[in-house]
């Protein structure tokens, strides 16, 4: 009788659900660390006595909030085509020792105030290192292991990890914040530890490989050109001279230009390299251009709907209902558990669905719903019943879940074997790109509609109530951001504001009672606020409609059939 072969070896017929296990706990470690440290920067900015809101420390916000990010975007094409070049799975196992470092030197900081921050920040770049190593692969190494005909199902799980993991992030940091700041950090140790082992010992290179010299110039000019672009986004963010938003910063400008011309440039030269970082040829497959496209406006409309959601409940709905700003960050957290548990319930479901059926039908329709809860969050009001929140959100997760596990097995399928590194790769650079570029859409949008009312709105409040009218003039016309980040992190916004000028110290207790307590901030922007975020969730519904005409456009159910490992062939119907 044939000696079974062991359970780890990648002729096992089970090899499949090992590679499945591993990748979707390396993509839960990846994703979760991605947003956990969003709703922990308040005890990470006190661990360190570092005060994020003074006019200095706002640099050190938004790379602590967009560092991680915006590496693991620009770096997870190259880490997918050296996984074509050396190996899939050798390039995802250093993913995660890289990773598991960074999370120790993270938890170890030695420092406080600026070179604290610093601190952290360099070793999140290190930490996103080694999250794009994770997420440039993952999918290829299931592409591999599974049949065609199981491929949904498989990534439907793993993209279903990749998107949850982001809200599961925001629970899982306020839960540890309470306890300890570096426990934030600590946490992922002892799973990269364990997923350093297992994937060492259990994941083998059982895909194609696409040797060939690694293509400096366009690595160089790809990683220049949307680093470029995403940093003059994010301090897009910030303001400039009289202006509430830096878009008028010729700095930001100019690297927003600068770096779209780095990236046309690197079209010129990938399309003349022999062996180029990236095929860009494969964009000629109308299935897999359409798929990327689409993937790249949900995940902006997404990563939008993340940020407003968690502004929403800690600056305004959750003070109103009783819960001290301080402990908003982690029910927050909490109460966009919907979202998550959509998510869980139509991922994997879509995703084996699309096995059959393909994937036009579930990914357009879930774009098509996704945009429809951005209408409906506009219709309630921004102090709403939960149970109507709680039941949008989920829709919301249902949509996303529909669209994101088919819409990667579309990608997956429609390229040939030895281009699926890079092709999970160029996925994951625009699932990253999204993410970080609806930080500064969004945040930008819903600060230009605050403008226009906030102003006035804070002057007439602050002066009803005790401050000096020449105080109360020039706190209101302060740039929106900072309120905007002091709700985001879970401060009290009014208390930020007036404690510097010192007029806290001449007022009746009841005025300063008033004014810092629960319900003046959330009652005082609600309008205001529900003005910016009509800006901000129709932009998102628009790019969720746009995105559902993409996707319906990919064509029919197409798979992608090598007749020569030298080329890349392709149906009629599936070219541009």
Same mark, same amino acid.
């Given at each position: 009788?044939?000696?079974?072969?062991?359970?780890?070896?990648?002729?096992?017929?089970?090899?499949?659900?090992?590679?499945?296990?591993?990748?979707?706990?390396?993509?839960?470690?990846?994703?979760?660390?991605?947003?956990?440290?969003?709703?922990?920067?308040?005890?990470i900015f006190k661990g360190i006595k570092l005060n994020p809101l003074e006019p200095g420390n706002v640099s050190y916000l938004l790379w602590m909030l967009m560092g991680y990010m915006l590496v693991t975007a620009?770096?997870?094409?190259?880490?997918?085509?050296?996984?074509?070049?050396?190996?899939?799975?050798?390039?995802?196992?250093? $993913?995660?020792?890289?990773?598991?470092?960074?999370?120790?030197?993270?938890?170890?900081?030695?420092?406080?105030?600026?070179?604290?921050?610093?601190?952290?920040?360099?070793?999140?770049?290190?930490?996103?290192?080694?999250?794009?190593?994770?997420?440039?692969?993952?999918?290829?190494?299931?592409?591999?292991?599974?049949?065609?005909?199981r491929r949904g199902m498989a990534l439907g799980i793993n993209q279903v990890a990749a998107i949850a993991g982001s809200f599961i992030g925001l629970i899982v940091g306020g839960l540890l914040a309470v306890i300890?700041?570096?426990?934030?950090?600590?946490?992922?140790?002892?799973?990269?530890?364990?997923?350093?082992?297992?994937?060492?010992?259990?994941?083998?290179?059982?895909?194609?490989?696409?040797?060939?010299?690694?293509?400096?110039?366009?690595?160089?000019?790809?990683?220049?050109?949307?680093?470029?672009?995403?940093?003059?986004?994010?301090?897009?963010?910030?303001?400039?001279?009289?202006?509430?938003?830096?878009?008028?910063?010729?700095?930001?400008?100019?690297?927003?230009?600068?770096?779209?011309?780095?990236?046309?440039?690197?079209?010129?030269v990938e399309l003349h390299t022999k062996s180029p970082m990236f095929n860009m040829r494969l964009f000629k497959i109308r299935a897999f251009a359409m798929a990327n496209l689409a993937g790249l406006l949900a995940?902006?409309?997404?990563?939008?709907?993340?940020?407003?959601?968690?502004?929403?409940?800690?600056?305004?709905?959750?003070?109103?209902?009783?819960?001290?700003?301080?402990?908003?960050?982690?029910?927050?957290?909490?109460?966009?558990?919907?979202?998550?548990?959509?998510?869980?319930?139509?991922?994997?479901?879509?995703?084996?669905?699309?096995?059959?059926?393909?994937?036009?039908?579930?990914?357009?329709?879930?774009?098509?719903?996704?945009?429809?809860?951005?209408?409906?969050?506009?219709?309630?009001?921004?102090?709403?019943?939960?149970?109507?929140?709680?039941?949008?959100?989920?829709?919301? $997760?249902?949509?996303?879940?529909?669209?994101?596990?088919?819409?990667?097995?579309?990608?997956?399928?429609?390229?040939?074997?030895?281009?699926?590194?890079?092709?999970? $790769?160029?996925?994951?650079?625009?699932?990253?790109?999204?993410?970080?570029?609806?930080? $500064?859409?969004?945040?930008?949008?819903?600060?230009?509609?605050?403008?226009?009312?906030?102003?006035?709105?804070?002057?007439?409040?602050?002066?009803? @109530?005790?401050?000096?009218?020449?105080?109360?003039?020039?706190?209101?016309?302060?740039?929106?951001?900072?309120?905007?980040?002091?709700?985001?992190?879970?401060?009290?916004?009014?208390?930020?504001?007036?404690?510097?000028?010192?007029?806290?110290?001449?007022?009746?207790?009841?005025?300063?009672?008033?004014?810092?307590?629960?319900?003046?901030?959330?009652?005082?922007?609600?309008?205001?606020?529900?003005?910016?975020?009509?800006?901000?969730?129709?932009?998102?519904?628009?790019?969720?409609?746009?995105?559902?005409?993409?996707?319906?456009?990919?064509?029919?159910?197409?798979? @992608?059939?090598?007749?020569?490992?030298?080329?890349?062939?392709?149906?009629?119907?599936?070219?541009?």
């Amino acid at each position: 009788m044939a000696r079974r072969p062991a359970l780890f070896t990648h002729d096992h017929p089970h090899y499949k659900w090992v590679a499945l296990s591993n990748t979707t706990l390396g993509m839960l470690m990846a994703t979760i660390n991605a947003s956990i440290v969003i709703i922990s920067l308040p005890a990470i900015f006190k661990g360190i006595k570092l005060n994020p809101l003074e006019p200095g420390n706002v640099s050190y916000l938004l790379w602590m909030l967009m560092g991680y990010m915006l590496v693991t975007a620009v770096l997870v094409v190259t880490f997918g085509r050296l996984g074509d070049m050396y190996g899939r799975v050798k390039i995802y196992n250093l $993913g995660f020792v890289v990773f598991t470092v960074g999370s120790i030197a993270l938890a170890l900081d030695p420092m406080q105030a600026g070179a604290g921050a610093m601190w952290l920040i360099a070793w999140r770049f290190v930490q996103g290192v080694g999250g794009a190593m994770l997420f440039a692969n993952s999918t290829a190494i299931l592409t591999d292991a599974f049949p065609s005909n199981r491929r949904g199902m498989a990534l439907g799980i793993n993209q279903v990890a990749a998107i949850a993991g982001s809200f599961i992030g925001l629970i899982v940091g306020g839960l540890l914040a309470v306890i300890d700041w570096r426990a934030v950090f600590f946490v992922s140790v002892p799973v990269g530890i364990i997923g350093t082992i297992w994937s060492y010992k259990s994941l083998h290179e059982v895909g194609s490989r696409n040797p060939g010299k690694l293509d400096w110039p366009g690595n160089v000019l790809f990683a220049a050109g949307l680093a470029a672009m995403l940093t003059g986004i994010t301090y897009g963010i910030q303001p400039y001279g009289d202006s509430a938003t830096g878009w008028a910063n010729p700095w930001v400008f100019g690297s927003i230009i600068g770096g779209a011309a780095l990236l046309v440039v690197f079209v010129f030269v990938e399309l003349h390299t022999k062996s180029p970082m990236f095929n860009m040829r494969l964009f000629k497959i109308r299935a897999f251009a359409m798929a990327n496209l689409a993937g790249l406006l949900a995940s902006v409309g997404r990563g939008g709907l993340q940020f407003m959601l968690i502004i929403w409940l800690q600056g305004i709905w959750l003070p109103l209902h009783g819960f001290s700003y301080a402990d908003t960050p982690l029910w927050a957290g909490i109460y966009m558990l919907p979202i998550t548990i959509g998510f869980l319930f139509a991922g994997p479901l879509s995703g084996t669905l699309s096995d059959r059926f393909g994937a036009r039908f579930f990914a357009t329709a879930g774009l098509v719903l996704v945009a429809a809860t951005f209408v409906l969050l506009l219709v309630i009001p921004v102090n709403f019943d939960y149970g109507w929140f709680a039941v949008i959100t989920f829709l919301s $997760g249902i949509g996303s879940g529909m669209f994101g596990a088919p819409n990667r097995t579309a990608i997956m399928n429609s390229v040939p074997a030895r281009e699926r590194g890079s092709a999970s $790769g160029m996925a994951g650079t625009v699932q990253n790109a999204g993410t970080s570029l609806s930080i $500064g859409i969004f945040f930008s949008l819903l600060i230009a509609g605050l403008s226009t009312s906030l102003p006035a709105t804070l002057t007439k409040g602050l002066a009803a @109530h005790g401050v000096p009218q020449a105080i109360a003039h020039q706190i209101g016309q302060l740039p929106p951001v900072g309120s905007v980040f002091a709700a985001f992190l879970g401060y009290n916004p009014i208390q930020s504001l007036l404690e510097p000028t010192g007029v806290l110290k001449h007022m009746s207790n009841a005025d300063i009672a008033t004014l810092t307590g629960k319900e003046f901030f959330p009652q005082l922007i609600s309008q205001p606020f529900h003005d910016g975020l009509t800006v901000v969730f129709i932009a998102a519904a628009i790019m969720s409609i746009i995105g559902a005409i993409a996707s319906f456009s990919r064509g029919k159910k197409y798979m @992608h059939m090598e007749d020569s490992i030298e080329t890349v062939k392709v149906s009629s119907e599936s070219r541009v």
